[in-house]
Each structure stands twice: as structure tokens, then as C-alpha cells.
């Protein structure tokens, strides 16, 4: 597509949440980190979901696969909150993020 | 890929929020929905977001069309919120969702 | 309280996810909806959640007492995602968004 | 006690976006933490948001002076986004959160 970035840096926030499974959702929740460490994608976990950094297309291809293992881990629903940003007029890393609040 | 499932049908509701831009946003989020509209997916604006459902792939290839196309109309920053439900259980619309609670 | 702004309009979107009860959340959804109506509050199901406007204090009571009543039926934990709009430089209602869009 | 909870302990994610101030949003969500520690609430901020711990009308409150105070700084117009995590089966701290996958 003319006028499409042909790479475009994301950082999302990722909150999956299996539904039908029970109460604890630890095991699905470990296995999603799994994916992330296997697309090599830099990653940390926090209280309420974890933040990703990479490129667009690595990034959701991550997170489709933590939907189809963790349906295969035999939850029969999901519903996922992501957050995403992507900006133009610079670079900046999600320890960028951090820094720059708390510098102040 | 082994273990991934061919389709995975998927409901969304995207709310796309362009900064930098000044208070209003809605020449943006009408492009949103042109986007929409050209990938050929059903969908229903709403006060705070817009419901998608279609095929994994193709419902992530227009939210990342959306993040292109705002960023091209100057936007330098965009900060999405997206919620994704899938299920293997049985199929289920947007239309079924709100069927199922209205009914009651 | 001084500095507090004696009245704020807000427009939420609410989805409340109840865990530990199966896969079917409708009834818990439905009463949620009871929840808002007895709170007299305005509010429009999607596909997705639910939008609702009023002064932050109503709306967030409500938004309390669905937690509350959802416990109370007997879910043991709930996941809650909220959108939470404000604005001081004009008024806007949940319908004043859509039509804004619609009308291009 | 008549149907509510006299105390609902709740952690949340919150992630306050002020709009129509330009891209950088650092010293509004500077403030934001400020209004946390002010309140005396546990809270850690990560590079997509900030995890609260408290009761629920304590991180309520704060929730509600973030908007006033981001709005007194100027800002027209804020939207956020709010998850809200609650359970009567146990008691779960922010950092048992991640203890429980991380141990894994």
C-alpha cells in the first residue's frame, strides 16, 4: 500500500483474560509471557498486564498466538484488553515512558 | 503454522485517540471508519468506541490501516484502546451479544 | 473541597468481566443493566460494554454497586474495563459523539 | 449489611490521557502520580499506565482529583482508561500478581 509506513514501532499494553476456566488464570497468563520471550520481543510484566515494544506486525502476531495457545490450553473464551501507541515525531522506548516521569 | 487455527473470528471494539492534534478529533475518527468501511467488515459506531467482529487478520490489518492513515493526516502521536474477544465454544455476533442481554 | 469542580459531566464506557462462573456472563451483564436504570443514569449497550453518561459521582456509584452486585451473585472476582471521558470546554452527550461522525 | 460491601479492596490500572495540549503529556501525568502520593495510595507506575492498590473509594476519589487537577492545568479534554480488578475469595496484592506468574 503507497502511503503505508513500512515499519512502524508500537508499544502496547497487554491484558488477556481467559474466561470459563476458573478463578486463576496464573497458567494461561505464564504462557502468554512464554510467547512474548520466544518472538524475542522485549517485554516486562506488570500488576495489570504487560508491556510490549517492537514493530506493528511482530507485536500482533504475538498476541494472536497467545489467544490461539490459550484456547489451546482449553479455555473456551477470551477477551483481551491492548493498549497501543505508536508515534511519528521521535523514537521512544517504554523506559523512555518511565524516565521521563520520573525525572520530574 | 502448526497449532494456530486457520481462522479465529474475533469481536472488537477499537477506540483510536489521535494526540497532538487539538481538542477534536472527529476528522480522525471518521477516517476510521472509512477505513472500515473499504476492508469490507461489519461495524457499529458507538459514544466511546466502534465494535468490529471478522477474521483475526483482517480486523488487525485495518486497525493498523487506522494508525496509518491517522498518523498520514498529521497526527504525531496515537494512543489506541482496543478490547479483542474470541471463542472456540460457539460462534456468537456483535447482533447475538446485545440479543442476549436485551432479551432478558 | 477546594479546587474540585463542584459538578463533572462524564461519558464512560464500562465492561464488566466476571471470572469464575463459566463462560456465559450474560446474567451478571443484565444486572448491571438493572444497576443503571435504578440509578436512573442514560446509558446504550453494545456489543462490548456499555456506554453511560452523568456526573462522575452517580456513574462511578453505579459502577461500585455493579461490582457489589456482582459479588453478590456470586462471582468471585471481576475484571472491569472503564473509558472515562471529560471535557470543560463544551458540553457533549453520548449522542452528540455518534452524530458527529455520522454526519460526515 | 445491606447489600454493599463496607469495604471492597480494588487494583487498578489507570492511564489518564489529557487531549488538545499538544503530544508531550509528561507534566500531567507527573501531577497524576502526585495526586496518588498525596492520597498515601500504593501505586507503581509502568510505561503504559500506573497500578493502584487501595480501597475502593479511597483510588476512586484520587481517580476523580486526577481529572480535576489535568483539567486545572489546562487541558480540555481527557480520556482514560480504567481496569479495576476485584475479589472476595482472597486477598491479592499488586506485587502477589506478579509474584504468581513470575515464580512460574
Known sequence: MKGSLPKMKVIV????VPMG???SVRK???ECQKVLQ?????HQLHAYGTNIEGEWDDVFAAV???HERV?????PRITTSIK???RTDREQSMQDKIDSVARK
Open 28 to 30: 494461561y497468563v505464564t
Open 84 to 86: 497501543v501507541g505508536t
Open 21 to 23: 476456566v476458573g478463578v
Open 71 to 75: 484456547h489451546a490450553m482449553g479455555a
Open 38 to 42: 520466544e518472538a524475542g520481543l522485549h
Open 13 to 16: 499494553d497487554l491484558c488477556v
Open 64 to 66: 494472536k498466538q497467545c
